[in-house]
């Protein structure tokens, strides 16, 4: 019931494509729902995240889809570019539980975005 | 910008040793953590510390686990007798305040540990 499930692993995307990757979860305490970019070498950087009062959130070209019934969530990339190359990682944590930094993430997603 | 910093970047230890990670966690940031990641898979989370305690561990983080401050700078994880299993990237992170109130968390680049 911990886990948060990713898929797809791996995503290759045209230069202007849009790029979505998927999420669900099963914990209904889940409350934060944050999506961190990683590129090779270095830590997990937050890009954006949403908490459960909205359905939508958008930040530039990024935006998080939610869908609390379903108890999924997606990250959106449009007009992705070749920088946009690196491994996303969504996550969950119950913030209203009192956990602090207990974020619990994916498998991550691979995506390319070729030129 | 500032940053999160570990070292080493990398650390070579045989099976039984005793390894320390050190992260420098962003300076005005009062809460601290370690997670880990194994090679190819889900980042994980060890544990959580402030105003000088764990606030919150993981199941991976058992007795052969230690976290500790000990001055106002640095932020270190102890492992007594390494597994080949402890294998990973370790990554340090802090934050402002806890995760309410949209304090994100800042992660370091890591620390591979390599167990032979």
């Known amino acids: 019931q911990q886990q948060v499930k990713q898929s797809p692993q ?3 995307v045209q230069k202007g494509g849009i790029s979505i990757i998927n999420c669900a979860y099963e914990n209904t305490a889940f409350d934060y729902f944050p999506w961190y970019q990683q590129f090779p070498g270095k830590g997990p950087a937050l890009l954006i995240a949403i908490r459960p009062d909205v359905s939508e959130k958008k930040e530039g070209r990024f935006t998080i ?3 609390k019934s379903a108890k999924q969530f997606s990250l959106h990339i449009m007009d992705s ?20 930094g207990n974020l619990i993430f994916g498998k991550g997603t691979k995506l390319s975005v070729k030129p | 910008e500032p940053e999160v910093t570990q070292t080493p970047s990398h650390q070579v230890t045989q099976m039984g040793q005793e390894v320390i990670l050190r992260c420098v966690p962003i300076s005005n940031h009062l809460y601290f953590y370690w997670y880990r990641q194994i090679l190819g898979q889900k980042v994980e989370f060890l544990v959580s510390f402030y105003n000088n305690e764990i606030s919150e561990k993981s199941e991976i983080f058992d007795d052969q686990f230690s976290v500790e401050r000990p001055d106002g700078s ?12 402890d294998s990973a990237m370790y990554f340090c992170a802090s934050s402002e305040r806890g995760q309410e109130g949209n304090s994100p968390l800042h992660f370091g680049n ?6 032979t």
Do not use: M, W
Not at chain 1, 91 to 99: E, Q, V
């Open chain 2, 74 to 85: 640095n932020f270190t994880l102890k492992i007594r007798s390494t597994k080949l299993e």
């Open chain 1, 10 to 12: 791996s995503l290759i």
């Open chain 2, 110 to 115: 890591g620390t591979r540990l390599t167990v």
């Open chain 1, 81 to 100: 570019q070749p920088g946009d190359s690196a491994t996303y990682f969504c996550a969950a944590s119950d913030l209203y539980g009192g956990s602090q």
């Open chain 1, 65 to 67: 889809s939610f869908n």
